[in-house]
């Protein structure tokens, strides 16, 4: 049974940095796509970016040059970096992995499986 277990999270002030992890068990890591989608309160879900198996990432316009995604392939474990956190950051964000080739950001319900979220609220 695949498991996706996330980390991190809380409150910072606009202009801080936070940084969410996710481990993944149950299943060979190296062979998904990982990806980390958020959701505001009252608004759709957003695909935040996503990364391939070989370590290609793809970032939403509005986090690109604030977040990084990164993988540990020995740690089954994702990362997302975000810095120059902003209000409209606020979200419950969630890992998620795709058997195979990773999916357009615009779909962020096309993943497999799912972590269980984690809050970022950022105050200004």
């Known amino acids: 049974q695949v498991q996706l277990v996330e980390s991190g999270g809380g409150s910072v002030q606009a202009g801080g940095s936070l940084r969410l992890s996710c481990a993944v068990f149950?299943?060979?890591?190296?062979?998904?796509?990982m990806g980390w989608v958020r959701q505001a309160a009252g608004k759709e879900r957003e695909g935040v970016g996503n990364?391939?198996?070989?370590?290609?990432?793809r970032y939403a316009d509005s986090v690109k040059g604030r977040f990084t995604i990164s993988r540990d392939n020995a740690k089954n474990t994702l990362y997302l970096q975000m810095n120059s956190l902003k209000s409209d950051d606020t979200a419950m964000y969630s890992c998620?992995?795709?058997?195979?080739?990773?999916?357009?950001?615009?779909?962020?319900?096309?993943?497999?499986?799912w972590g269980q979220g984690a809050q970022v609220t950022v105050s200004s």
């Open positions: 998620a992995a795709r058997i195979g080739l990773c999916p357009l950001l615009e779909t962020p319900g096309s993943y497999n499986y």
């Open positions: 149950g299943y060979d890591y190296g062979h998904f796509c």
């Open positions: 990364i391939d198996g070989i370590g290609r990432a």
